[in-house]
């Protein structure tokens, strides 16, 4: 099975934080892998983890960057396949609308969500 697009690995933060902070916490056990991100994954400590763990960040440049990196635009085409997922996502009520009070709670429906998503 194809998993270009569905989760394979998932972390809840808060909703003030930035999702780039945990980044390398979620790609640690990750090799030789293509990783699609958008502009805001562009920080050099990721780039350069992502690197030694041979591993291809296919993630355009910010525009504040002196030298901007080459990016594969045939690659990233397929990141719509990840803003896919969140919308698939979003479609279960309890999700989206977050009933949930517990954040442990809130991650069993978003993990239980996930699975009837790869399972589709």
């Given at each position: 099975?194809?998993a270009?697009?569905?989760?394979?690995?998932?972390?809840l933060?808060?909703?003030q934080?930035h999702?780039?902070?945990v980044?390398?916490?979620l790609?640690?056990?990750?090799?030789d892998?293509?990783l699609?991100?958008?502009?805001?994954?562009?920080?050099?400590?990721?780039?350069?983890?992502?690197?030694?763990?041979?591993?291809?960040?296919?993630?355009?440049?910010k525009k504040?960057?002196?030298?901007?990196?080459p990016?594969?635009?045939?690659?990233?085409?397929?990141?719509?396949l990840?803003?896919?997922?969140?919308?698939?996502?979003?479609?279960?009520?309890?999700?989206?609308?977050?009933y949930?009070?517990?954040a442990?709670?809130?991650?069993?429906m978003?993990?239980?969500?996930?699975i009837?998503?790869?399972?589709?």
């Amino acid at each position: 099975m194809d998993a270009l697009g569905n989760p394979v690995q998932l972390e809840l933060t808060e909703g003030q934080r930035h999702d780039y902070t945990v980044a390398k916490t979620l790609t640690e056990n990750v090799t030789d892998a293509n990783l699609l991100a958008d502009r805001g994954y562009d920080g050099d400590s990721l780039l350069e983890s992502l690197s030694e763990q041979r591993c291809v960040a296919v993630i355009p440049s910010k525009k504040n960057r002196k030298y901007p990196r080459p990016l594969d635009k045939d690659l990233y085409v397929e990141r719509h396949l990840v803003e896919c997922f969140f919308q698939k996502l979003k479609r279960n009520r309890r999700v989206a609308t977050r009933y949930e009070k517990l954040a442990s709670h809130y991650m069993a429906m978003v993990l239980l969500a996930s699975i009837l998503i790869w399972l589709a």
